[in-house]
């Protein structure tokens, strides 16, 4: 690399300085902060080694002349000489820096040989919350395109997944294991994506093709108008009073002719009867268990009183369930 003279304005002794300038592959190239925008146009040198770098056409059309150049640690010194900023767009590694350049700076910062320059990691753009999720849907494109398993799968065929994942995902949230509850929610998320990816090529019969982003549009609208105490002109003092209005507009949604229309009959059987009488609760009618002598109907009765009082009756008895498995590990002389 030459160096140029230092201009007028410029001391001849001072360090300069170096920025290095990230951008987040998750936002659009283009969109740079204004601190960038003004680094970049202000800088002596912008120097990038990667001629494919997505920010480049967008530079070059701000105005901004970048040099295609890699220059090793000790020539970025010695181009600062005079004070001259020099910026350097980073060959972003996994955590958006290159770190080829980065130890050799703290290599040279190390030796005490050289007069090191001022050194700035300036990111001229930001992940916003959820933007890994974009990284979720690239990884699961590549997965259905290129794994010989995920390519031929299908709703049905993966039904029974989602099924276990949530299962499983209870289960985590009942040990209170936050490790394993992250996991299992990004289990639970897996089955989201990989349907709406699998819809998204449109092969099952019968099905208008979608993607995750209209997954994600449908959720975001009925969220918005299903909460209008938060994104509207109602009240809503309590968590009864949220959950009334839920069912009132989910009611006129759907216009289903009975309080039993969408309860899914293949849920297990005491959430099935406690989601029964829920909702026969919920909207005010009388109807008494129907009678009988078997075990099934002191079940259901059982389930109504729990839904009554305010107890999930699967989840406790899942509870239960999991003592007398203690219980029987204890005799077996296996107690944790």
């Known amino acids: 690399m030459t160096q140029e003279p230092p201009t007028a304005d410029q001391n001849p002794a001072a360090p300069g300085r170096i920025v290095l ?97 001022d050194l700035e990691l300036l990111p001229g753009s930001y992940d916003l919350p959820g933007a890994r999720l974009l990284d979720l849907v690239q990884v699961m494109d590549r997965i259905r395109a290129e794994c010989p398993w995920s390519s031929v799968q299908t709703h049905r065929g993966l039904a029974k997944y989602g099924i276990e994942e949530a299962y499983e995902l209870a289960e985590a949230i009942e040990d209170g294991d936050g490790d394993e509850l992250r996991e299992e929610l990004g289990d639970v998320l897996l089955q989201v994506v990989f349907h709406a990816r699998i819809a998204q090529d449109g092969l099952d019969d019968g099905i208008e093709p979608f993607s995750i982003d209209d997954v994600a549009g449908t959720l975001v609208d009925k969220l918005i108008h299903r909460h209008p105490h938060v994104f509207g002109d109602e009240t809503a003092e309590t968590p009864e009073d949220v959950k009334a209005h839920w069912l009132r507009t989910k009611a006129i949604e759907k216009q289903r002719d009975s309080v039993t229309d969408g309860v899914p009959l293949g849920q297990p059987g005491l959430a099935l009867a406690a989601k029964l009488a829920g909702r026969v609760r919920t909207a005010g009618l009388d109807v008494r268990p129907p009678a009988g002598d078997g075990i099934g109907f002191r079940l259901l009765a059982l389930a109504m009183e729990a839904e009554r009082t305010g107890v999930d009756p699967e989840t406790a008895l899942r509870a239960a369930a999991r003592t007398y498995r203690d219980a029987i590990r204890a005799a077996e002389g296996l107690a944790e």
């Open 21 to 117: 300038l990230t951008a987040s592959h998750r936002v659009a190239p283009g969109l740079l902060s204004w601190p960038a925008w003004q680094t970049l146009h202000a800088a002596d040198r912008v120097l990038c080694a990667d001629p494919a770098h997505p920010q480049l056409p967008y530079l070059r059309e701000a105005g901004v002349t970048v040099e295609h150049t890699a220059p090793t640690a000790q020539e970025l010194v010695e181009e600062c000489a005079g004070g001259r900023t020099v910026v350097v767009l980073p060959t972003a590694d996994g955590d958006g820096t290159d770190t080829v350049l980065t130890d050799g700076l703290a290599r040279l910062a190390g030796s005490g040989r050289v007069q090191m320059p």
